[in-house]
């Protein structure tokens, strides 16, 4: 004891090119970080200008609003006497860098750029920055005027080097340099560095998440050390999602973690530990002791600032936690983690997105066309969903939640108290029948809306089938017939695919005009219902349930979504039976209800 250090990693959920709305959300991080007893805030990557600002990358202006962000923050006095390193594009020598820059009272110690780009999956890192080749080198970077007046520094380190503290050493990496073999934190860890704070985008995969925290908690337990884990939230203005999980990671065990899926701006997770557990375990590896003695240095900057207490009290380490998501509290008071399942990703990860995607969008809410398969009816239940999760957020008093929702329903006393009662008021579904459709697919897609509390309409569009057949009937003396009535199969193909395209038509005078209806301002988006086997395969019509304003579930396969069904089946339930809902002493009537609910989910899912 004595040499204890709490750290804190923050997840946001910025904005590309809100330097406004950034600098606020990254100064309440530092501050909760503080109030936590934080001597040390490490943010997400590029957090000053947002990750998906692409081609504005390009923009000389991008790179003096980050400046000017940054000054603000020199200037704060929230962010005295607590070392700071933030995410933000800079250009060296005509070069430009995803950079981390690490500042204290006023002073900028560090500017450490990126060593590592990702180009793989979703990323091309390469179109805008260019990464940092000169390893254990640094260079004098001139520091724009704005920002000398508020330091008095002209000049200051640029490249790959590490900060001492008078009590410890911080280094960097930045996320992809965290995934690639030839990782930073080994030789850094082998030179003495204790602490290594990692600022990331890394985005949303089903199933991915367990690879950031094998890849944490595998790097401390070889190399020892704590590595700080910061990740972004939220859709930033791209198709991607970030899905936080930012955390703290010492000796091969996770202190903590934040949540992976939450509508909150801004998550600060702070965790306390002992540095002289840090260096008994390198010490203890013996191999590993032989090694560092013979290793380069890194260049140092060195500060006068002690991480650690200066009367020597302070609290108690942490102890760590097993899993990788949620937390939860154990018998005995203390935090455990526990996995999502996939099924639970699907039901939180694109809700999450759509929240984002809906409320920057500033329209009212959803336009849903309602088959009652699987598809649409996993649209369906994943909106409900985020239904949930916003009722959950503004009990628990998220005002930026409530303020949103406010926003978007257009009632500025609006309080969002039931999940079904906030889907009535955001979701319009819509079953569009034909002559051809079954009796019982209309059944299966008015109950599901029923369930969920979805303002629900079931329309016949055979009228607009026939002004189109009509028309081509008028030009061309043809009648073209399905297979069943003697046509052809391009007749037959032809026929089918103006139903589908016809409902998307329809559905796009729906999302603009059925608020207008209601009674409130604004319109729709358009929810799509394609699954990604669908797209692997073409095998859907264009222009049909393929053309959206957003798919949430376009990157989700059909055996998935049927499992993501039975799950929501069951999560219902045990939430009708957690709130007394659904239980011995109700009426049979509701009982019997809802059997016949759990029996449409079954349906639709067979």
């Known amino acids: 004891?004595?040499?204890?250090?709490?750290?804190?990693?923050?997840?946001?959920?910025?904005?590309?090119?809100?330097?406004?709305?950034?600098?606020?959300?990254?100064?309440?991080?530092?501050?909760?970080?503080?109030?936590?007893?934080?001597?040390?805030?490490?943010?997400?990557?590029?957090?000053?200008?947002?990750?998906?600002?692409?081609?504005?990358?390009?923009?000389?202006?991008?790179?003096?609003?980050?400046?000017?962000?940054?000054?603000?923050?020199?200037?704060?006095?929230?962010?005295?006497?607590?070392?700071?390193?933030?995410?933000?594009?800079?250009?060296?020598?005509?070069?430009?860098?995803?950079?981390?820059?690490?500042?204290?009272?006023?002073?900028?110690?560090?500017?450490r750029p990126k060593m590592r780009l990702c180009e793989d999956g979703n990323y091309r890192e390469s179109r805008w920055f260019s990464p940092w080749t000169k390893e254990r080198t640094v260079e004098d970077y001139f520091l724009p005027r704005m920002i000398s007046q508020v330091t008095g520094q002209t000049v200051v380190p640029f490249g790959d080097a590490v900060i001492a503290t008078r009590d410890t050493c911080v280094g960097?990496?930045?996320?992809?340099?965290?995934?690639?073999?030839?990782?930073?934190?080994?030789?850094?860890?082998?030179?003495?560095?204790?602490?290594?704070?990692?600022?990331?985008?890394?985005?949303?995969?089903?199933?991915?998440?367990?690879?950031?925290?094998?890849?944490?908690?595998?790097?401390?337990?070889?190399?020892?050390?704590?590595?700080?884990?910061?990740?972004?939230?939220?859709?930033?203005g791209g198709r991607l999602y970030f899905n936080g999980g930012s955390s703290i990671t010492l000796n091969g065990n996770i202190l903590n973690r934040g949540r992976q899926f939450a509508l909150e701006d801004v998550e600060v997770t702070v965790a306390t530990f002992d540095l002289e557990d840090i260096r008994n375990y390198r010490n203890s590896i013996r191999s590993r002791s032989h090694a560092a003695a013979a290793s380069p240095s890194y260049p140092r900057v060195k500060v006068d600032f002690a991480l650690t207490p200066e009367?020597?009290?302070?609290?108690?380490?942490?102890?760590?936690?097993?899993?990788?998501?949620?937390?939860?509290?154990?018998?005995?008071?203390?935090?455990?983690?526990?996995?999502?399942t996939a099924e639970e990703e699907i039901a939180m990860?694109?809700?999450?997105?759509?929240?984002d995607y809906l409320r920057r969008s500033c329209q009212g809410g959803f336009f849903l066309p309602l088959s009652g398969g699987v598809d649409s009816s996993s649209?369906?239940?994943?909106?409900?969903?985020?239904?949930?999760?916003?009722?959950?957020?503004?009990?628990?008093?998220?005002?930026?939640?409530?303020?949103?929702?406010?926003?978007?329903?257009?009632?500025?006393?609006?309080?969002?108290?039931?999940?079904?009662?906030?889907?009535?008021?955001?979701?319009?579904?819509?079953?569009?029948?034909t002559e051809n459709s079954s009796a019982e697919t209309k059944a299966r897609a008015a109950e599901l809306a029923s369930q969920i509390g979805s303002y629900h309409h079931g329309i016949v569009i055979d009228t607009a089938i026939s002004a189109i057949l009509g028309i081509f009937q008028q030009v061309t003396k043809l009648t073209p017939r399905f297979k069943v009535q003697g046509g052809s199969p391009r007749e037959n193909l032809a026929l089918q695919n103006v139903q589908a395209r016809l409902r998307m038509v329809i559905a796009y005078?729906?999302?603009?005009?059925?608020?207008?209806?209601?009674?409130?301002?604004?319109?729709?988006?358009?929810?799509?219902?394609?699954?990604?086997?669908?797209?692997?395969?073409?095998?859907?019509t264009k222009y049909d349930c393929s053309s959206a304003d957003i798919n949430p579930?376009?990157?989700?396969?059909?055996?998935?979504?049927?499992?993501?069904?039975?799950?929501?089946?069951?999560?219902?339930?045990?939430?009708?039976?957690?709130?007394?809902?659904?239980?011995?002493?109700?009426?049979?009537?509701?009982?019997?209800?809802?059997?016949?609910?759990?029996?449409?989910?079954?349906?639709?899912?067979?």
């Open 311 to 340: 009367n020597l009290v302070s609290n108690p380490p942490d102890r760590p936690i097993d899993g990788v998501q949620d937390v939860y509290g154990d018998d005995d008071g203390h935090s455990s983690l526990v996995h999502h």
């Open 553 to 606: 579930i376009g990157g989700i396969a059909k055996n998935d979504l049927k499992k993501f069904l039975v799950y929501f089946r069951c999560a219902c339930m045990r939430i009708m039976i957690y709130t007394g809902i659904f239980n011995i002493n109700i009426p049979k009537t509701e009982k019997m209800s809802h059997k016949r609910s759990d029996f449409i989910i079954r349906v639709i899912i067979n």
């Open 379 to 433: 649209s369906a239940c994943i909106v409900y969903s985020m239904c949930e999760m916003i009722v959950e957020s503004v009990s628990k008093g998220d005002a930026q939640v409530l303020a949103d929702i406010r926003k978007i329903v257009g009632d500025c006393e609006y309080v969002p108290v039931d999940p079904k009662q906030l889907c009535n008021t955001i979701l319009v579904t819509c079953y569009m029948g």
């Open 1 to 111: 004891m004595g040499r204890t250090v709490t750290v804190a990693v923050c997840t946001l959920n910025q904005w590309a090119m809100d330097f406004d709305g950034n600098t606020r959300r990254i100064l309440q991080s530092i501050q909760e970080a503080k109030d936590a007893g934080a001597t040390y805030r490490s943010g997400p990557e590029l957090e000053v200008c947002g990750y998906s600002c692409e081609d504005h990358f390009y923009e000389s202006d991008t790179l003096l609003h980050s400046w000017e962000v940054l000054t603000t923050l020199l200037k704060s006095s929230v962010c005295e006497d607590i070392l700071i390193d933030v995410g933000m594009p800079v250009m060296h020598k005509n070069v430009t860098y995803n950079c981390r820059v690490a500042f204290l009272n006023r002073r900028i110690l560090l500017i």
């Open 172 to 236: 960097f990496e930045i996320c992809e340099e965290l995934w690639h073999p030839a990782s930073n934190h080994i030789p850094m860890s082998m030179d003495g560095v204790e602490i290594i704070a990692n600022g990331s985008g890394s985005y949303y995969e089903l199933r991915k998440a367990y690879v950031t925290v094998d890849l944490v908690k595998s790097a401390t337990f070889k190399a020892g050390g704590c590595y700080m884990f910061s990740n972004l939230r939220g859709c930033d």
């Open 349 to 355: 990860a694109p809700a999450c997105w759509m929240w």
């Open 509 to 540: 005078l729906f999302a603009q005009l059925m608020l207008w209806v209601r009674g409130r301002p604004g319109g729709l988006l358009v929810l799509g219902s394609g699954n990604v086997d669908e797209s692997l395969r073409g095998y859907l």
